[in-house]
């Protein structure tokens, strides 16, 4: 069974710190997908990215980065330099090809002034 | 207005009463996705469809029902509401799922916050 862990219940630093959510997930797979999602306090729900199973380079996208290591099932993501408007409840997921989406409970960043 | 929509937004009813979500999306995705959000359990997946008139079970199935008769409408129907059904539920679309470079991420509508009595 799929099943995706997010250590860190809520996290608190504050802005112009970097910070790293973890996720580690179980997959008898070998061929599956990992997202990220953004849940900001006004409640919708954003992607952030989307990485296959086949494709371990590391991803940098401004402030944001994710290290995918498939040795240790993780698939962590970094703030840079973070702001205020960071502030959000981020997910972690993970697709076997559409047979089963699995979230993760989420991990509570606030990052204060 | 283009993109995915959800109503109500806010509904309380009652326990025994039936309930519809309506969900539409203006993209023509082929699938679509009902989940519920729960403190602690993340998001989970209630039901998805693959197209109009296929429909399957996700993680947590039981009391709902949905169908899908035109690609662009998914409701999702509580036919006698419980308490433990007090969620949000999101409604959200893809173009495709699957081994494909045309892989794509769901879109996410609104919410709708459901409160039962």
């Known amino acids: 069974a799929q099943k995706v862990t997010q250590a860190q219940t809520e996290i608190s630093v504050v802005e112009k710190e970097d910070v790293t959510l973890d996720c580690v997930y179980e997959t008898r797979d070998t061929t599956y997908y990992l997202f990220w999602y953004k849940q900001p306090p006004s409640g919708e729900l954003v992607f952030l990215i989307r990485?296959?199973?086949?494709?371990?380079q590391n991803e940098i996208s401004g402030r944001y980065s994710w290290n995918f290591q498939k040795s240790t099932s993780s698939f962590n993501f970094t703030i840079t330099a973070s702001q205020v408007v960071d502030s959000a409840v981020y997910f972690c997921?993970?697709?076997?090809?559409?047979?089963?989406?699995?979230f993760g409970p989420g991990t509570r960043l606030s990052v204060l002034p | 207005d283009a993109g995915i929509t959800q109503s109500p937004r806010y509904k309380i009813t009652e326990t025994g009463r039936q309930v519809t979500l309506m969900c539409h999306q203006t993209?023509?995705?082929?699938?679509m996705f009902w989940y519920r959000q729960d403190l602690g359990h993340g998001l989970r997946l209630i039901y998805y469809?693959?197209?109009?008139?296929?429909?399957d079970k996700g993680e947590v199935p039981d009391g709902y029902v949905v169908s899908r008769s035109k690609t662009e409408n998914f409701p999702l129907t509580l036919e006698s509401a419980t308490r433990s059904q007090t969620s949000v539920y999101f409604c959200a679309s893809s173009e495709s799922i699957g081994a494909s470079s045309s892989y794509n991420e769901q879109f996410f509508g609104p919410g709708t916050r459901l409160t039962v009595l």
């Open positions: 990485r296959n199973s086949f494709d371990e």
């Open positions: 993209w023509s995705h082929s699938y």
């Open positions: 469809s693959a197209a109009a008139d296929i429909t």
């Open positions: 997921a993970l697709d076997n090809y559409g047979q089963n989406f699995v």
